[in-house]
């Protein structure tokens, strides 16, 4: 049987008998396949570090009918983040886009906005600079996902919300008006609206070179991972510790 070739990146491994590897790849081709790598941990040629997580690599894989992994035959590695030192700070954050991808995407569903999305994010998480792409890659996610309503109406009423205070709950996707909004509520300042608007309309090249502190969009942030968890009705363990992370 001829191989599947694809661009994927790779999201998790685990160990799997004396030698082997469990691998999950998001490939563009055919969107999230799981994996056996035979002899990985033994086999520099075949797979050497290319089987680090969030790698970007060309996968040749074969997928055989009535069975849920495929054999994972060879990578070869086009973009590592092993290329840049792996700071703590760098390193949460990869695994967040990593755990994000590996909980949202369903098995063997290509999206190549997603995938584009991915490659951007990961192309800008180089150095220490994380809240950015990491703000840009929650943000679009929850909206390719088809999670995210329209951030400038109230959910309830369907008020405008240009010009006035915005709302979100725990238990809600979108943004309530003052006379709306639930107890317990939190608030979103405007100036994370106008952020996430602007993020929506240009590419995430275009936020390159601005500082960006933890607190800039924090509550953003906040409202796009309690929909994300919701949605996926789980905790996300890479988001509590992007939470702990100071400045």
Not at 75 to 92: F, G, H, I, N
Request: charge should be neutral; charged fraction near 25%; glycine fraction near 6%.
């Amino acid at each position: 049987m001829a191989l599947h070739e694809s661009e994927a990146i790779v999201l998790r491994t685990y160990p799997l008998r004396e030698a082997d590897l469990l691998v999950t790849l998001f490939t563009r081709v055919e969107g999230k396949v799981r994996g056996v790598a035979r002899s990985a941990k033994k086999s520099k040629k075949r797979f050497g570090g290319a089987l680090e997580p969030l790698t970007v690599v060309r996968a040749f894989y074969d997928v055989r009918e009535r069975n849920e992994l495929a054999r994972l035959d060879a990578c070869e590695v086009l973009d590592s983040p092993l290329s840049s030192e792996v700071s703590y700070l760098r390193a949460v954050a990869l695994a967040h886009v990593g755990e994000v991808l590996d909980e949202l995407l369903p098995d063997r569903e290509a999206n190549d906005a997603v995938f584009r999305l991915a490659l951007a994010v990961l192309g800008h998480l180089r150095g220490r600079e994380i809240w950015m792409p990491i703000t840009y890659f929650q943000l679009w996610m929850t909206r390719l996902m088809g999670y995210l309503p329209d951030l400038s109406e109230c959910i309830v009423c369907g008020r405008s919300l240009n010009g006035g205070r915005a709302f979100y709950h725990v238990l809600a996707d979108g943004l309530m008006c003052v006379d709306d909004k639930r107890l317990a509520s939190s608030e979103l300042s405007s100036d994370s609206r106008m952020l996430a608007t602007q993020m929506f309309r240009a590419p995430i090249d275009t936020f390159t070179g601005v500082t960006w502190p933890k607190e800039l969009g924090a509550d953003l942030r906040k409202l796009l991972m309690q929909i994300l968890q919701r949605h996926i009705e789980k905790k996300l363990t890479t988001a509590a510790m992007l939470e702990k992370i100071d400045g």
